[in-house]
Nanobody, 117 residues
Framework: QVQLVESGGGLVQPGGSLRLSCAAS????????MSWYRQAPGKERELVAF????????NYADSVKGRFTISRDNGRKTVYLQLNSLRPEDTAVYYC??????????WGKGTQVTVSS
């Protein structure tokens, strides 16, 4: 069955860094575009970063450009999100999403990132 399992979240001080991972199974990872979304309390879920199936194309929300980096390892079936220069407003649950070549979409259950002093 399809699984996306996020990890790497936690509590970090402003200016700190985290690396999120999303391990995939149950579908053809290398044919799937991958994205990271986040949802803060009381707010809608928003797209943070996107990477195409072989990593040739990436895109970021304006609010994270220059601070976050998305990458993928098709051999490990894992997508990563490096979060640098974290701010309190980056506090949210971070989710990964897969979009398969047939259009099916799959979501993970999320990992909490809290930025606070």
């Amino acid at each position: 069955q399809v699984q996306l399992v996020e990890s790497g979240g936690g509590l970090v001080q402003p200016g700190g860094s985290l690396r999120l991972s999303c391990a995939a199974s149950g579908f053809t990872f290398s044919n799937s575009a991958m994205s990271w979304y986040r949802q803060a309390p009381g707010k809608e879920r928003e797209l943070v970063a996107f990477v195409s199936n072989f990593g040739g194309l990436t895109n970021y929300a304006d609010s994270v450009k220059g601070r976050f980096t998305i990458s993928r390892d098709n051999g490990r079936k894992t997508v990563y999100l490096q979060l640098n220069s974290l701010r309190p407003e980056d506090t949210a649950v971070y989710y990964c999403k897969a979009r398969a070549s047939n259009g099916n979409e799959f979501w993970g259950k999320g990992t909490q990132v809290t930025v606070s002093s």
